[in-house]
């Protein structure tokens, strides 16, 4: 039961990404929730985009570089794909959702990750929850 739930609940953040709604300023900006859509966990000036904060932001540049060792020894022609590409094989538009196990179990601890680290930095910023 317990796996199911896990399991479920990757799922669902996987989802979020694919489907553009989630906390990412970009995604939130195009819906009117906030006005500023610029990262607000680096310094490089650039919305707060899913291909931004999964590839380019440097405020997870060691979870980033983990995640990508990872993929890229279980799958090793990934290393050949552009970010473009790379991302729509991870959130399976290019395989169905047909992902090895190992790379969405990668794909999701990464996810999450990076959501409770950019959370923290918006908290200390004063605008997370």
């Known amino acids: ?3 199911r739930m896990w ?7 996987k989802t979020k990404f694919r489907v553009g709604y989630h906390p990412l300023r970009g995604s939130a900006a195009r819906m009117e929730r906030v006005r500023n859509a ?4 680096c310094d490089a000036g650039v919305s707060e985009t899913i291909h ?4 380019e932001c ?12 990872t993929l890229c020894s279980i799958c090793p022609d990934a290393q050949s794909l552009s970010d473009e590409y790379r991302m ?3 959130m399976g538009l290019m395989m169905g959702d047909a992902l090895p196990r ?10 999450i990750t990076v959501s409770t680290l950019r959370l923290g ?3 200390e910023q004063g605008e997370g929850s």
């Open 38 to 41: 610029t990262c607000p966990c």
């Open 7 to 13: 399991e479920r609940s990757q799922k669902y953040v």
């Open 121 to 123: 930095i918006l908290t």
């Open 58 to 69: 440097k405020a997870f540049s060691d979870e980033r570089d983990a995640f990508l060792s």
């Open 102 to 111: 190992e790379i969405e179990n990668s794909l999701y601890r990464y996810l």
């Open 52 to 55: 931004h904060t999964v590839f």
């Open 88 to 90: 729509r094989f991870l």
């Open 1 to 3: 039961m317990q796996t």
